[in-house]
């Protein structure tokens, strides 16, 4: 799954878009490269369901905002993601997917 597709599911979970759901995190208090997978991932189960997975994607976004490696840009893998950038807006105004 790519990075960007765990975010999608988040969505789907949710939703929410990323971003909308981001807004509820910091609400939270979860902001900031001091958040803590296990308080996030213990809210975003009890509250939508989402597995500890798609919640370290979240965590990402969080602690380092959108952009990602390079590593799986352009390959061919399942791991594979279009762009560095991960889109918050939802998937269905995703301009790469």
């Known amino acids: 799954m790519s990075f960007q597709a ?3 599911k988040v969505e789907e979970k949710t939703g929410m878009t990323p971003r909308a759901l981001l ?5 939270k208090g979860f902001e900031g490269p ?3 997978i296990g308080p996030l991932a213990e ?3 009890d509250e939508y369901g989402v ?3 798609h919640a370290m994607a979240l ?15 352009g ?7 279009a762009s560095n950038e991960l889109w918050l807006d939802g998937k269905a105004t995703n301009p790469l997917g």
Request: proline residues 0%.
């Open 43 to 45: 809210w975003l189960k």
């Open 51 to 53: 597995g500890r997975g």
């Open 23 to 27: 807004e509820v995190a910091r609400a």
């Open 59 to 73: 965590l990402h976004v969080i602690k380092n905002g959108t952009a990602i490696s390079d590593k799986h840009v």
């Open 6 to 8: 765990y975010l999608d």
């Open 34 to 36: 001091e958040t803590k």
């Open 75 to 81: 390959t061919t893998g399942v791991h594979r993601d």
